[in-house]
């Protein structure tokens, strides 16, 4: 139930409803989200999934504190080990004996971890929570687990972003959040990449065929931005990359071409945009933007001192160890990433 003396937002402050949208509604696995400042860490956000998984409805979860999914039966030593992670700040991950909104049981593979996006105090804790076979469950254990941290290192990723949007308070909100919302698309398109070739999402070390997952990010930014007269070439080599290294590549060329479509061609009525992607014997990739319109506007260093996408690209080119280069003329903007080999190990 609701504490009448706390107010608990619909979802997490500050989170835009794009975003939660894309990033947490359409998880297929629970998700859940606390904040430890307010009184008792109430659940301040829950999924789609959450509800299909307990039988309890976003509304009725929704200002409680998740102890109201145990039973007398639950395990005492899980439950000190969960608190005690929270009171620290730290991850933990216990298996937990709960109840369905019918009072049938199922075991939960449960997931916390504080998501910091500056400083020492979470914002929020997150609870990524999946239901487990109780004939299958020491198979399943190291597999859910790394779902779990994954998820929880992309959406710490995804809280960072906002908190950096938010410094841009003179920009456009809507824009700035269809863009946001576009930053977690791109992570959403590398799982469905994996998920086509049957590869397995949990390992970071997952080889990745990036030129097939850069082609489907630039033609979603050419789809969501783009306007008739403007044409995306793409030309990738079958290079494979780690599956880590293949979601900073795959934000990279988001952010490149986003600010392309956006604002290379004001007042034109045609174009060309082309993303190549090379394999090189010095460097071990090359990732190379290019279009012909209007260029940097003067006095604007890019991607330094720029817009939130130019540091976003900064952060990551630094991330990865790599070279960026701007050539910027008559002739448009082209924008060169030379990744090197120790990156893609």
Sequence with gaps: MRDSDNTVPERPEGLPETVSAQALTRAPF???????????????????AFEEMTGYSRETAIGRNCRFLQGEDTE??????????????????????????????F???????????????????LGVQTVVDERRQEDALEMLYEMQHRVKNHLSMIVAMIRMQARDAHTDAA???????????????????????????????????????????????????????????????????????????????????????????????????????????????????????????KGVNWPDNSTLGGRIVKQLV????????????AAGTTVIIDIPADSLR
């Design 30 to 48: 629970s998700i859940v989200l606390t904040n430890p400042a307010m009184d008792d860490n109430p659940i301040v956000y829950v999924n789609r």
């Design 76 to 105: 005492q030593a899980a439950l000190d080990k969960l608190r005690t992670a929270i009171t620290n700040h730290e991850e933990a991950v216990v298996t937990l004996r709960n109840y369905r909104a019918d009072g049938t049981s």
């Design 107 to 125: 075991l939960n593979r449960l997931m916390v971890a504080p998501l910091r996006a500056e400083g020492d105090a979470p914002p929020y804790f």
């Design 175 to 297: 824009r700035e959040f269809d863009t946001l919302a576009r930053r977690v698309e791109t992570l959403q398109l590398l799982y469905e990449e994996l998920n086509s070739t049957g590869s397995n999402a949990n390992d970071d070390n997952q080889p990745v065929a990036l030129g097939a997952y850069l082609t489907r990010v630039a033609n979603a930014v050419a789809y969501l931005d783009g306007r008739s007269g403007v044409r995306v070439n793409v030309d990738a080599d079958a290079a494979t990359v780690p599956m880590q290294a293949a979601t900073q590549v795959g934000l990279i060329l988001s952010e490149i071409m986003t600010n392309a479509m956006q604002h290379a061609f004001d007042n034109r009525e045609s174009g060309l945009v082309e993303v190549r992607i090379k394999e090189l014997s010095g460097y071990a990739l090359r990732l190379q933007i290019a279009d012909d319109g209007n260029g940097i506007p």
């Design 318 to 329: 630094d991330g990865l160890g790599a070279h960026l280069s701007v050539g910027d003329g």
